[in-house]
Structures are given as structure tokens and as C-alpha cells.
């Protein structure tokens, strides 16, 4: 922190983001409150310089959260901008009011000594790379599509319990075009009926579905139906209805945003022009690398590049871990020892290392074994495979450091030794 003569201090808002300034002997040089928006924002950045009278660089800003209009356009007026998590900074609110105390301007005051004192305790902020940052939002996007697509599929099968069970007994995955468009044939057990076995066919064969053929399909479809009451049936094709046009159109837009991180993968695989043009990863070598280890997807790659691209070009196994959640968290105090689950992680980051070792387990004899000896020593599924995650953490960070790809052989050849 010695390279900092002022440090500003930024509680942000969703209308008015207060802002506090202090000298390097934590004396408060000048605070004010400035409006969300393009003009606020620059006001804010304008003020920031004629208060302390110093080049950006000079200035250190604190502020909780890593991302977003503030944190973009501290950093692109050249201003060193440092992130607090929201818990760290309820403890250092701590020295100025023990009572417990909160108020924007103490906030405000407290994020700027903070960093002045212990700024080892702040996370400095990177710009990211477009692609990168292209890249987090599509990874979102398809996440976000995905938990819609499994609410409206569940909304679907409770209806259909209601009144056609047999459509389930056909398929069970409402995800899949063919099994709406059957419905769409045959949506009631009368209609079922009297729809001829050559149109079914038609349907299985456009969508080259052949685990059944059209026989089998209507025979399970013409079932005795379920007892229901006068306009239960009515209503439920009518809520159906507008269920499967909805996964219609989701189902479009997820191929689109699986394509969106298709191309943008790619882009950050290839190598750059120049120096300048790099992508936010040291080397475009780092995508081929992650994406040749055991487990890794898509949506897994995608997640790890724009997520947590800032510990990757470190090489931080240990920020990695934690970000994750499969680093435990200790309690010892005395003959005390306590060792639980870390609660505090990247979401994001959680479910994507967690469905990666779930794959790992599936495809790779090495994370097998090691989930199988997990097991064994008696841990659960979950705790298992954050074991399994951990390892693979560990040696993708290894991969990364001596730039080479994942080699199966090798890895079998040194889980035997």
C-alpha cells in the first residue's frame, strides 16, 4: 500500500453510491454521495482527483463487490481498485463501532482504512478481457435457461401425473422435442384412441427415436386411463399447452447460448495476433489444457474460464479450492478440533467443480479410485466427490504451470507407483 497516497472508500447503492476519501495517516480528506448513472459515475471519478490532487494510479479504491458499473469505471479512469468481501468488512466496521453501528458514510470510512491498514486483506482487481467477460455471461445465461427449463419440466410432469401417466411411461425426459410433438398428437387418453400407429411412426422416425417404435408407444399411450373429475383433463392440457411452447422457445435459446460458448471457447483458444490482442488467459494453450482433463465440458470449461480467470492466469490452486468450496474449513481451539464444510464459495464455481467430479468419477480410473477410497474411509457422496474436485484442482493447476495436456497414461502410471 506504501505506492498509495489517498485511499477511497465506496459503499455502492442501487440510487446513490457514497464515497469517502482518506490521507496515508487515515484522515478523512473529503466524502459525498453521488447518483447511480453515466454522469454521477464520472462525477464521482472527476471528484475523486481534484479532492486529492493525485494521478489515478496514487489513489487505491475499496469497494465489496468485484464487478459492475462502479468497479468499471473506477478502473478504466486508471484507478487501482481493491474488492472486500461483504463478511470482512463487517469486521472491520468493528473497530470504529463496536456497538454494531452501520450508516453508508461509516462504510464508506471503513473500506478506506481498511485498505490503508491492511490492504493485504483486499483482492486487487484485474480488467478482463472482452471475450472473458462475453464469456461469464453466456455461461450465466445457460445456467439461468437451464433452471427454467427444469421449473417448466417439473410444471409438466405434475400435470401430467394428474391425468396421463402413460405419456411417462413412454419417456420421461419432457426435455426432448419428440415426446412434446407425441403429446401434441395424443394430449388426452380419449385421443390416444384413435391416432393411427403410421403417424406416430412419422414422428419417431423425423426425431430418429429408436429405443420404441410406434406400437409399443401407443399400446403403453392407450393404457386404462386415470379416473378424474369433469374439466380436470380440460385444464390440464390447457396448463400443458402453454408449459411445452414455453420449452419450445428455451429450448432454441439454450442451443443458442451452447453455441455462443462454443465460438467463444474457440476464440480464446486461438492464438492472438499480437501481444496486445491476447485474451485474458496467459496463452491460448490453457483452454486446450483444461479442456483435455477428465470431466470436463461445455458448461464446465466455460464456467472455469469466466469465473474464475483471475486465479487460473495465477495458477492459485489455493484460491481455487476455496472459490469452489472443496477447501474444509478448520476450527481448533485447545484440544478442540472442528473440521466442516466451507459454506462461504462461488456458487457458480460450486456446482461446475461439483458436476466435474462427477463426470471425473465416471471417466477416469484415477478419480475413481480416489472417490472409491473416499467412500471407503467412510465420507458421503458430496463429501467424496469434493475430495475427487480438489484433486483435480490441483493437478489442472500442475497442467497449467508446466503447460501440458492431460495424459491418461501417465496419470494411471503414477496413481500405480
Not at 380419449?190 to 406400437?215: G, P, S, Y
Request: proline share 5%.
Amino acid at each position: 500500500m506504501d505506492m498509495f497516497e489517498y485511499f477511497a472508500g465506496i459503499d455502492w447503492g442501487s440510487e446513490t453510491h457514497q464515497v469517502c476519501v482518506v490521507d496515508s495517516a487515515g484522515e478523512v480528506s473529503a466524502e459525498r454521495a453521488f447518483g447511480h448513472g453515466g454522469a454521477g459515475l464520472a462525477e464521482m471519478a472527476a471528484w475523486i482527483r481534484a479532492r486529492t490532487n493525485a494521478e489515478p494510479r496514487a489513489v487505491g479504491v475499496a469497494i465489496e463487490i468485484p464487478h459492475g458499473p462502479v468497479v468499471e469505471t473506477m478502473m478504466e479512469r486508471g484507478f487501482t481498485v481493491h474488492s472486500v468481501n461483504p463478511k470482512q468488512l463487517d469486521r472491520f466496521r468493528d473497530r470504529f463501532s463496536p456497538a454494531g453501528a452501520k450508516d453508508d458514510r461509516r462504510d464508506a470510512r471503513v473500506l478506506a482504512d481498511a485498505l490503508r491498514t491492511d490492504g493485504h486483506a483486499f483482492r486487487r482487481l484485474n480488467p478482463a478481457a472482452p471475450e472473458i467477460v462475453e464469456l461469464r455471461e453466456w455461461s450465466r445465461i445457460a445456467s439461468d435457461l437451464t433452471c427454467d427449463r427444469t421449473r417448466l419440466v417439473n410444471r409438466a410432469r405434475q400435470q401430467l401425473w394428474r391425468y396421463y401417466p402413460q405419456l411417462l411411461k413412454v419417456e420421461s425426459d419432457l426435455t426432448r422435442a419428440w415426446i412434446r410433438e407425441l403429446w401434441c398428437l395424443a394430449p388426452t387418453p380419449a385421443k390416444a384412441q384413435r391416432v393411427r400407429a403410421a403417424t406416430v411412426a412419422k414422428v419417431l422416425k423425423r426425431h430418429r427415436v429408436r429405443r420404441i417404435d410406434a406400437e409399443a408407444a401407443l399400446r403403453i399411450l392407450r393404457e386404462p386411463a386415470v379416473s378424474v373429475a369433469p374439466g380436470t383433463t380440460e385444464a390440464a392440457v390447457a396448463h400443458i399447452e402453454v408449459v411445452f411452447s414455453q420449452l419450445a422457445v428455451i429450448a432454441q435459446q439454450i442451443a443458442k447460448a451452447y453455441g455462443r460458448l462454443d465460438r467463444l471457447s474457440a476464440t480464446l483458444s486461438r492464438p492472438a495476433a499480437s501481444p496486445e490482442d491476447e485474451p485474458g488467459i496467459d496463452a491460448q494453450r490453457d483452454v486446450e489444457i483444461l479442456s483435455s482433463l477428465p470431466g470436463v465440458g461445455r458448461i464446465v470449461l466455460a464456467t472455469l474460464l469466466a469465473e474464475a480467470h483471475d486465479p487460473l492466469r495465477r495458477r492459485d490452486y489455493q484460491a481455487l479450492r476455496c472459490l469452489s468450496g472443496v477447501a474444509p474449513v478448520t476450527k481448533r481451539s485447545g484440544k478442540s478440533l472442528i473440521v466442516i464444510r466451507r459454506l462461504a464459495a462461488h456458487n457458480r464455481l460450486q456446482d461446475a467443480v461439483y458436476h466435474w467430479a462427477g463426470v471425473a468419477i465416471q471417466r477416469d480410473p484415477v478419480s475413481k479410485a480416489k472417490y472409491a477410497a473416499l467412500r471407503a474411509r467412510g465420507h458421503g457422496h458430496a463429501r467424496a466427490l469434493r475430495g475427487v474436485a480438489d484433486r483435480l484442482l490441483g493437478v489442472a493447476c500442475a497442467m497449467l504451470e508446466n503447460q501440458t495436456v492431460f495424459n491418461p497414461a501417465r496419470a494411471r502410471q503414477a496413481h500405480a507407483a
